[in-house]
């Protein structure tokens, strides 16, 4: 039973930037730590593997917020915001996160 997962890769043309694509736990398991354990292990392979930021991007609609409370509290930065980048009223909220 697969109760999360991530999915990233190396952003194309670059050297050391990584993105993560998808950060996904089980509905009934999330709020337990699971995410920031799987990121912080995402973040440990991509560090290993030669990269030095990493990046996330998500909606700005107002359903997001967990998301975005999520990736703030491990420790990426809003870096860039894109009006109605999805559809009117949806923008993209560009986060990235150096590693040490």
């Not at 043309?13 to 996904?24: M, R």
């Not at 398991?29 to 973040?43: F, N, P, W």
Request: hydrophobic fraction near 35%; charged fraction near 20%; charge should be neutral.
């Amino acid at each position: 039973m697969v109760i999360g997962y991530t999915c990233y890769g190396l952003v194309p043309a670059t050297v050391s930037s990584y993105d993560i694509y998808w950060i996904v736990v089980s509905n009934d398991l999330q709020g337990q730590g699971l995410g920031k354990r799987l990121m912080a292990e995402t973040e440990k392979i991509i560090l290993q593997s030669g990269g030095k930021q990493v990046y996330a991007e998500t909606s700005s609609r107002e359903q997001y917020e967990p998301t975005h409370k999520f990736y703030e509290s491990c420790g990426f930065q809003k870096e860039a915001f894109l009006k109605n980048f999805y559809a009117d009223n949806d923008g993209k909220i560009i986060y990235s996160k150096v590693l040490k």
